[in-house]
């Protein structure tokens, strides 16, 4: 299971764009005019700084405008659906998190896009590591002794 949650979160969580931008105009032809970088998230986070990283490198070495639009909402849905909308011709890219392609169909009885027919994954840009803390007070320095906190004491815990 484990692997299987991280071979997918490999293939969706770096770059996703249209599936028939393959077949559009040859690589020397591209980009015809400006790169949208779609960011599923607001300005100033975490993904917000590594798509204007991604696009500045993107712009350096295409010799063309790339811009950066944030369009959160609606758990990545609002930039996904945009993405999924958008001319297949490979000028509108989304960074899209695993949340985005992986977890949502499972998480959402529809959504606006089809997640293996509207989307190509085009590499791995990044990935992060979470980390469940307490305070040391807690006395809980497991899991399974945090889930004992929690349902014993309802009220001051959250």
Same mark, same amino acid.
């Given at each position: ?14 770059? *996703?764009?249209?599936? =028939? #931008? %393959? @077949? ?10 400006? +790169? &949208?970088? /779609? ?39 609002? *930039?996904?659906?945009? =993405? #999924? %909308? @958008? ?10 998190? +695993? &949340?985005? /392609? ?46 004992? @906190? ?9």
């Amino acid at each position: 299971m484990k692997r299987a949650v991280a071979l997918g979160a490999a293939v969706v969580l770096g770059l *996703a764009t249209v599936e =028939a #931008a %393959r @077949a559009q105009a040859p690589a020397e032809d591209y980009p015809q005019r400006t +790169v &949208t970088f /779609l960011c599923p998230f607001p300005a100033g986070g975490g993904t917000d700084i590594l798509t204007r990283l991604l696009a500045q490198e993107l712009q350096d070495k295409l010799k063309r405008p790339v811009v950066v639009e944030n369009r959160p909402g609606a758990g990545t849905i609002v *930039a996904a659906q945009a =993405a #999924a %909308r @958008a001319s297949p011709d490979g000028h509108t890219i989304l960074l899209a998190p +695993v &949340t985005t /392609l992986a977890m949502g169909p499972s998480v959402h009885k529809s959504l606006p896009y089809d997640t293996v027919k509207d989307f190509a994954p085009i590499g791995l840009v990044g990935s992060a590591r979470l980390a469940l803390i307490a305070n040391p007070a807690l006395g809980a320095g497991t899991l399974a002794e945090l889930l004992a @906190a929690l349902r014993t004491n309802h009220g001051p815990l959250s």
